[in-house]
C-alpha cells in the first residue's frame, strides 16, 4: 500500500496559467517531504525539501505548502510555461533506526499546451 | 548534466543473467543511493550506501545487490533477472548520509529483459 498518494493523476493547462498538485501522506515518523520534477526519460530534479516546523518553500515560480497536522502538501505553479510539462513526484522521508527511507508517490503528469 | 554519471545508459539481456550497473556519485558526495522504477510501480527505494557501508535498505529483492567501493561508486548487481525487472533504475548521491539533504540524480539505466 503507497503511503502518499498524489492527485491528479494527470492535469492538461494551458500555457500561462496557475496549477496546484496535491499529496497526501501517512507516513511516519515523518522527516521531511520532497517535491521533485521529472521530465520524461531523465532523473528526478529536486524542488523543494521541507522539514517538519516549515509550511511553505519557494523555488522560483513553484511553491510548495506543508501542513505536517493534516499530512498535505501542495505544490503549486504559477505562470506555467511549456518547460513544465513532466512528472512531478512527492517523496515523504521517514526516519527509522537512524536511517532515512523515502517513499514516493506515483506522481502527477502534468502537460502545458500553447 | 547532474554530475552524477551512470553507465550503461540501455542493457539488454536475457531471463536468467546477471548484469551489473555502475554509478560515480557527484564530486564530494559520501551517500549514494539506488533507486528503480517502473511503469506499474513508480520509483522505489532500494538501497543506500554511505562511505563505503550499507546505510538503510528499501525494498530490495535478494537477487540484487550493491556494494560503495573505496573511491565512492557503487554498482548494483541484478541476478536471475526476470522479465519483471525491465526498469529504469536510477542512481542518485548526497553530501551526507542523512536524510535532510537534498539528493542529485543520475540519468537512469534502462533495463530490458527479455
Known amino acids: 500500500k503507497n503511503q502518499v498518494e498524489q492527485s491528479p493523476q494527470s492535469l492538461i493547462i494551458l500555457e500561462g496559467k496557475n496549477c496546484t498538485l496535491q499529496?497526501?501522506?501517512?507516513?511516519?515518523?515523518?522527516?521531511?517531504l520532497r517535491w521533485y520534477k521529472q521530465d520524461t526519460g531523465r532523473g528526478p530534479v529536486s524542488l523543494t525539501i521541507m522539514t517538519f516546523s516549515e509550511n511553505t518553500k519557494s523555488n522560483g515560480r513553484y511553491t510548495a505548502t506543508l501542513d505536517a497536522d493534516t499530512k498535505q502538501s501542495s505544490l503549486h505553479i504559477t505562470a506555467s510555461q511549456l518547460s513544465d510539462s513532466a512528472s512531478y513526484i512527492c517523496?515523504?522521508?521517514?526516519?527509522?533506526?537512524?536511517?532515512?527511507?523515502?517513499?514516493f508517490g506515483r506522481g502527477t503528469s502534468l502537460i502545458v499546451h500553447p | 548534466d547532474s554530475g552524477v554519471t551512470q553507465t550503461p545508459k540501455h542493457l539488454i539481456t536475457a531471463t536468467g543473467q546477471r548484469v551489473t550497473l555502475r554509478c560515480s556519485p557527484r564530486s564530494g558526495d559520501l551517500s549514494v543511493y539506488w533507486y528503480q522504477q517502473s511503469l506499474d510501480q513508480g520509483l522505489q527505494f532500494l538501497i543506500q550506501?554511505?562511505?563505503?557501508?550499507?546505510?538503510a535498505k528499501g525494498n530490495i529483492l535478494e537477487r540484487f545487490s550493491a556494494q560503495q567501493f573505496p573511491d565512492l561508486h557503487s554498482e548494483l548487481n541484478l541476478s536471475s533477472l526476470e522479465l519483471g525487472d525491465s526498469a529504469l533504475y536510477f542512481c542518485?548521491?548526497?553530501?551526507?548520509?542523512?536524510?535532510?539533504?537534498?539528493?542529485?540524480f543520475g540519468s537512469g539505466t534502462r533495463l530490458t529483459v527479455v
Open positions: 550506501y554511505y562511505n563505503g557501508e550499507e546505510r
Open positions: 542518485a548521491s548526497s553530501v551526507l548520509g542523512q536524510g535532510n539533504y537534498g539528493y542529485t
Open positions: 517523496v515523504v522521508i521517514k526516519t527509522t533506526g537512524g536511517s532515512y527511507i523515502p517513499t
Open positions: 499529496c497526501n501522506y501517512t507516513v511516519s515518523p515523518f522527516s521531511n
